[in-house]
């Protein structure tokens, strides 16, 4: 990475940490069960995870990479509670969740590809498909215990009753179903470039993944 992307990275990451840690603190300081201030918090936290996945694990994401993440993070923890797009947007929630699928279905499908690369091989089209739909449901379904998680133990209002629940695991479904047809075709076909341009972007940064 170039010096100037590098000082683009770490300007962007600054203002990230800066914007989380003044919503946490705002909340936590007018009220200690602010879910705002608590996932301001979370946000903040979020923040570093890139430098440690680089210090630690030795695992480089690509700026595209880290840019969609704290824009995620920014959209679901964020703007849809400090700023209520929840409650003035109907579709928000839904429209984070189904975004969720697409995101950890695509994680899924790279992490694929890096095992085909590491064994010279290439995984079967159904395979792909229902592995990358698997984990985008298996982590909505984590993602609504920790929701429930939070509205025991912390006093929250993160869950609205069963129907908010089930419409949030069936929008990430739909993300997930999406992308597992993408990969099907991906992997059947040896269609969309623009996905192996992803998958190849990762990897050119961290060569011994596939090592």
Avoid at 50 to 76: G, H, N, T
Avoid at 166 to 179: E, F, N, P, Q, R
Wanted: contains cysteine; charged residues 15%; neutral net charge.
């Amino acid at each position: 990475m170039s010096i100037t992307k590098n000082r683009v990275r770490r300007a962007f990451f600054l203002a990230c940490q800066a914007v989380f840690f003044v919503i946490a603190v705002n909340g936590l300081t007018r009220d200690f069960y602010d879910q705002a201030g608590w996932l301001g918090l979370l946000g903040f936290v979020i923040a570093f995870l890139p430098d440690i996945l680089r210090r630690y694990a030795k695992l480089v994401l690509p700026f595209r990479y880290e840019i969609c993440l704290m824009f995620f993070v920014f959209l679901s923890l964020i703007a849809g509670e400090y700023f209520d797009l929840y409650g003035k947007f109907l579709w928000w929630d839904d429209a984070l969740h189904f975004a969720s699928g697409l995101l950890v279905g695509y994680v899924g499908l790279l992490v694929l590809h890096i095992d085909d690369t590491k064994k010279r091989a290439v995984s079967g089209p159904w395979f792909a498909a229902i592995f990358a739909f698997s984990l985008a449901v298996a982590s909505a379904v984590v993602w609504e215990i920790f929701e429930f998680t939070v509205d025991q133990f912390a006093d929250g209002h993160m869950q609205y009753g069963l129907v908010d629940t089930m419409v949030d695991i069936i929008d990430a479904t739909v993300g997930g179903l999406i992308i597992a047809c993408i990969g099907f075709i991906y992997y059947k076909f040896s269609r969309g470039k623009w996905l192996r341009g992803l998958f190849d972007a990762f990897v050119s940064l961290n060569p011994w993944v596939v090592k």
